[in-house]
């Protein structure tokens, strides 16, 4: 491990492989430090989908439409097979009130240019078969797609390692040393790297390291448990979501304290295939720290709003289940950029379930704040002072 | 030479295992996140042990700690865990 670097990256995800790869495309040479292994945590422990239209319309959806963009030659550029594949994506709508949300929801990711429409059940039912009859209809976009998240993280770490990038795994942040408001250097379990620059992309870990220069940062772990069955011949055709996957999503006070297990766990429907066959049956959203374990009421909760829903899911074999941990923020949005206070220290976490769509885009954005000063879009509703009191002031002189 | 499989279920060979080990991999974890090793039907029931002896090769066998257990023990029908609960 080099004694100095020009950027230090904290974490070896979705997110920090991608910061490391796009700063050493610009010339940069980043040391990027990982307490474990590459995809380790959450970006090793999700669904394989790319999906626009889960997004909020806003710079939420626009973030997602520059991402989708760029994995379309993401494949060829890093040399690696990451899974890449534009398979379109529904969200399946059970009833009257939740085709009005989506309705508006549809109409305002519209204006915003994404390609989506509404269908009748019928017409869902051609694309996917084996639907409930009981459903209204569902949304469609064609632009949805699948990533394999583990192979991604491999792929950005190679690149960047070949364009100079040093990646140190099972080497985790101790401590990071801070003098007159600015970053000096990095304390790891093998040794000091000076450094005026440091990103904290630790996803759901993030506050913690958050915590080593007084931040106090707003990031939540939300477990999200997720079934994997045997593999089977094409069943999936699309990523299938369900309306309540978005209210689960954006409205979490809205699902607490509720009787009925499927809320209060926060289920939402996340269907997919992957490249070997497997179906990914998702997902819960639960505030339980740091805990990773799967429950058995989890279990039962997923595969009964899964089944209602697509009743042709029931002849196949569960095989699995894991669970990763969501770095959530109150507002959905991830904190991007220079922390006010802290020169040199950059926040890029707080993805939430987005971390995979996001991913490149995110390596882009602070790759060009790092390098040029400025990002090719504008992302300042997305800095992290936006959230009061980030300061704690107990180590900052 | 013929190719030596480690994992059955996902075709996992001698010499992939060895290249995850190359790349980093100290865990079984690692290993399965490379390679496939152990996602299977089985679940790792018989490549764990194999790839466990690799792994002792270059890591003290005191520290490779085991794989996550997860449920189901065995593959079960999911029209058997959904109607077979009590309302």
Known sequence: ?397 | MKEEYICRCEEVTRKEIEEAIADGATTLAGIKRRTRAGMGLCQGRTCQRLITQMLANVKDKAEITPPTSRPPVRAIKIGEIVEGEDE
Do not use: W
């Not at chain 1, 996001?358 to 040029?372: F, K």
């Open chain 1, 1 to 397: 491990m080099k004694k100095s670097a020009d950027v230090v990256i904290v974490g070896g995800g979705v997110i920090g492989t991608s910061i490391a790869y796009y700063l050493s495309k610009q010339g940069i040479k980043p040391i990027l430090l990982e307490k474990d292994d590459l995809a380790s945590g959450s970006s090793g422990a999700c669904d394989i989908d790319i999906i626009l239209q889960s997004k909020n319309p806003g710079i939420h959806l626009q973030l997602a439409m520059e991402s989708a963009k760029m994995y379309t030659t993401l494949a060829d550029e890093l040399d690696f097979d990451i899974e890449y594949k534009t398979c379109g994506g529904m969200i399946l709508i059970e009833n009257e009130e939740q085709l009005k949300i989506m309705k508006d929801f549809v109409k305002r990711q519209k204006a915003i240019g994404l390609n989506v429409q509404l269908l009748d059940l019928k017409e869902a039912s051609e694309i996917q078969p084996g639907l409930s009859p009981l459903l209204v209809g569902s949304t469609y976009s064609p632009q949805d797609a699948h990533v394999n998240p583990m192979r991604l993280c491999q792929a950005f770490s190679r690149a960047a390692r070949r364009l100079g990038a040093e990646v140190c795994l099972n080497t985790s942040v101790v401590d990071i040393k801070v003098g007159k408001n600015k970053v000096k250097s990095v304390i790891t379990n093998r040794g000091e790297i000076a450094t005026k620059i440091v990103i904290n992309a630790a996803g759901a870990y993030a506050p913690m390291i958050g915590k080593m220069v007084g931040l106090s940062l707003p990031i939540k772990p939300r477990r999200g448990q997720i079934i994997v069955t045997e593999p089977v011949p094409k069943l999936v055709m699309a990523d299938v979501l369900c309306a309540k996957y978005i209210v689960a999503k954006y409205n979490p006070k809205l699902l607490e304290g509720s009787d009925n297990p499927e809320t209060r766990l926060g289920v939402g429907l996340s269907l997919s295939q992957t490249h070997d066959g497997q179906i990914l049956i998702g997902a819960t959203r639960e505030f339980v720290g740091y805990n990773k374990n799967t429950t058995h009421e989890a279990l039962r909760a997923i595969l009964r709003n899964a089944t209602r829903l697509v009743p042709a899911l029931k002849s196949i074999h569960v095989i699995r289940s894991f669970a990763g941990l969501r770095p959530y923020t109150p507002d959905g949005l991830p904190l991007l950029g220079y922390v006010e206070g802290i020169q040199g220290f950059i926040m890029a976490a707080g993805h939430e379930g987005d971390g995979i769509a996001l991913s490149p885009v995110t390596g882009r954005i602070i790759s060009d704040l790092i390098v040029d000063g400025k990002t090719f879009m504008d992302v300042s509703c997305l800095c992290p002072s936006r959230f009061r009191s980030l300061m704690k002031n107990e180590k900052v002189i």
